[in-house]
């Protein structure tokens, strides 16, 4: 499976974003995905996830009523991030990843078995 994530850019605090991830798969819908991000200096940590059809979701705390993610099964393979209330605290590298299907979304790291490029998100004060 290959994913492309995208949506990426500079925004003012207090603005929004919404990152897409397309993945290659014709099995879309069967995999968990998820979202991540790594700031400079830290460890790649936590964001959403989604799990597959009926789309369960989870959320780390920092994020919660910030973030939403969602996918889109029917028509494109692709999983979303959106980013409102954006802070500062929340500029980092975005990564998509997706875990084999049979399991459940996560919130480990070590759980998912694809992983996107990576996209910039710079939040300014």
């Known amino acids: 499976v290959q994913l492309q994530a995208s949506g990426g850019g500079l925004v003012q605090a207090g603005g929004s974003l919404r990152l897409s991830c397309a993945a290659s798969?014709?099995?879309?819908?069967?995999?968990?995905m998820g979202w991540f991000r790594q700031a400079p200096g830290k460890e790649r940590e936590f964001v959403a996830a989604?799990?597959?059809?009926?789309?369960?979701?989870?959320y780390a705390d920092s994020v919660k009523g910030r973030f939403t993610i969602s996918r889109d099964n029917a028509r494109n393979a692709v999983v979303y991030l959106q980013m409102n209330s954006l802070k500062p605290e929340d500029t980092a590298v975005y990564y998509c990843?997706?875990?084999?299907?049979?399991?459940?979304?996560?919130?480990?790291?070590?759980?998912?078995?694809?992983w996107g490029q990576g996209t910039l998100v710079t939040v300014s004060s």
């Open positions: 989604i799990n597959w059809i009926g789309g369960a979701t989870l």
């Open positions: 990843a997706a875990r084999r299907p049979g399991y459940s979304a996560s919130y480990s790291l070590a759980d998912y078995d694809y």
């Open positions: 798969t014709r099995t879309f819908s069967t995999y968990p």
